[in-house]
Protein backbone atom coordinates (compact mmCIF):
# COMPACT_ATOMS: atom_id res chain seq x y z
CA UNK A 1 0.00 0.00 0.00
CA UNK A 2 1.49 3.38 -0.90
CA UNK A 3 1.50 6.01 1.82
CA UNK A 4 2.47 9.47 0.83
CA UNK A 5 2.90 11.82 4.54
CA UNK A 6 3.79 15.43 3.68
CA UNK A 7 5.20 17.73 6.37
CA UNK A 8 6.76 21.27 6.41
CA UNK A 9 3.89 23.46 6.40
CA UNK A 10 2.80 26.65 8.79
CA UNK A 11 2.46 30.07 9.43
CA UNK A 12 5.20 32.25 7.17
CA UNK A 13 5.13 36.14 6.92
CA UNK A 14 3.94 36.98 2.96
CA UNK A 15 7.66 37.18 1.39
CA UNK A 16 8.85 34.14 3.23
CA UNK A 17 9.38 31.01 2.16
CA UNK A 18 8.64 27.34 3.54
CA UNK A 19 9.49 23.89 2.11
CA UNK A 20 7.43 21.14 2.14
CA UNK A 21 8.35 17.37 2.12
CA UNK A 22 6.86 14.31 1.04
CA UNK A 23 7.36 10.85 1.91
CA UNK A 24 6.78 7.73 0.42
CA UNK A 25 6.50 4.12 1.29
CA UNK A 26 5.14 0.87 0.02
CA UNK A 27 5.93 2.14 -3.55
CA UNK A 28 8.75 1.85 -5.66
CA UNK A 29 9.65 5.94 -5.41
CA UNK A 30 12.25 6.43 -8.49
CA UNK A 31 9.80 4.88 -10.87
CA UNK A 32 6.98 7.27 -10.24
CA UNK A 33 5.84 10.89 -11.55
CA UNK A 34 5.03 13.00 -8.57
CA UNK A 35 3.16 16.20 -8.02
CA UNK A 36 2.18 18.79 -5.74
CA UNK A 37 -1.75 20.08 -5.34
CA UNK A 38 -3.36 22.54 -3.38
CA UNK A 39 -6.48 23.40 -1.84
CA UNK A 40 -8.42 26.14 -0.02
CA UNK A 41 -11.79 25.06 1.17
CA UNK A 42 -14.80 25.25 -1.05
CA UNK A 43 -12.74 25.28 -3.90
CA UNK A 44 -11.30 22.22 -6.34
CA UNK A 45 -7.68 20.66 -5.93
CA UNK A 46 -5.28 22.89 -7.97
CA UNK A 47 -2.43 21.74 -9.84
CA UNK A 48 1.13 23.31 -8.57
CA UNK A 49 3.97 21.48 -10.14
CA UNK A 50 4.96 17.89 -11.08
CA UNK A 51 8.00 16.13 -11.56
CA UNK A 52 8.94 13.19 -13.61
CA UNK A 53 10.30 10.08 -12.75
CA UNK A 54 14.03 11.29 -14.74
CA UNK A 55 13.66 14.63 -12.94
CA UNK A 56 12.20 16.89 -16.14
CA UNK A 57 9.48 19.41 -14.14
CA UNK A 58 6.53 21.66 -15.24
CA UNK A 59 4.75 24.31 -13.00
CA UNK A 60 1.64 26.04 -13.06
CA UNK A 61 1.64 29.60 -13.98
CA UNK A 62 1.11 31.17 -10.46
CA UNK A 63 4.27 29.82 -9.42
CA UNK A 64 6.79 30.04 -11.86
CA UNK A 65 9.83 31.37 -10.71
CA UNK A 66 8.55 31.70 -6.93
CA UNK A 67 8.20 27.06 -6.05
CA UNK A 68 10.59 24.51 -7.20
CA UNK A 69 9.47 20.83 -7.04
CA UNK A 70 12.58 18.46 -6.67
CA UNK A 71 12.85 15.03 -5.72
CA UNK A 72 15.56 12.87 -3.64
CA UNK A 73 15.09 9.43 -4.80
CA UNK A 74 17.39 7.85 -2.38
CA UNK A 75 14.87 9.31 0.43
CA UNK A 76 12.16 8.29 -1.39
CA UNK A 77 11.11 11.85 -0.81
CA UNK A 78 9.49 15.23 -2.66
CA UNK A 79 10.35 18.25 -2.01
CA UNK A 80 8.74 21.54 -2.61
CA UNK A 81 10.49 24.94 -2.41
CA UNK A 82 8.71 27.82 -1.57
CA UNK A 83 9.87 31.38 -2.05
CA UNK A 84 8.09 34.75 -1.93
CA UNK A 85 5.31 33.40 -0.62
CA UNK A 86 1.95 35.71 -0.90
CA UNK A 87 -1.30 35.82 1.34
CA UNK A 88 -3.09 33.42 -2.04
CA UNK A 89 -0.98 30.99 -1.32
CA UNK A 90 -2.67 30.28 2.19
CA UNK A 91 -3.91 26.65 1.23
CA UNK A 92 -4.00 22.79 2.46
CA UNK A 93 -0.91 21.83 0.03
CA UNK A 94 -0.87 17.79 -1.36
CA UNK A 95 1.64 15.28 -2.78
CA UNK A 96 0.33 13.22 -5.41
CA UNK A 97 1.20 10.09 -7.47
CA UNK A 98 -0.45 7.47 -9.38
CA UNK A 99 0.27 3.80 -9.99
CA UNK A 100 -2.67 1.82 -10.91
CA UNK A 101 -4.85 4.23 -8.76
CA UNK A 102 -4.44 7.62 -7.15
CA UNK A 103 -2.39 7.97 -3.93
CA UNK A 104 -3.03 11.25 -2.29
CA UNK A 105 -1.01 12.63 1.30
CA UNK A 106 -2.97 13.63 3.96
CA UNK A 107 -2.21 16.94 3.64
CA UNK A 108 -0.15 20.01 5.36
CA UNK A 109 -1.68 23.79 6.05
CA UNK A 110 0.29 26.45 4.87
CA UNK A 111 -0.76 29.79 5.76
CA UNK A 112 0.59 32.77 4.39
CA UNK A 113 -0.06 36.49 6.59
CA UNK A 114 0.35 39.64 5.21
Avoid at 54 to 80: C, E, M, P, W
Avoid at 94 to 114: K, M, N
Amino acid sequence: QVQLVESGGGLVQAGGSLKLSCVVSGGTFYIYDMAWYRQVPGKPRDFIAHIHRYGHTNYADFVKGRFTISRDNAQDTLYLQMNMLKPEDTAVYYCYTRDRRDHWGQGTQVTVCS
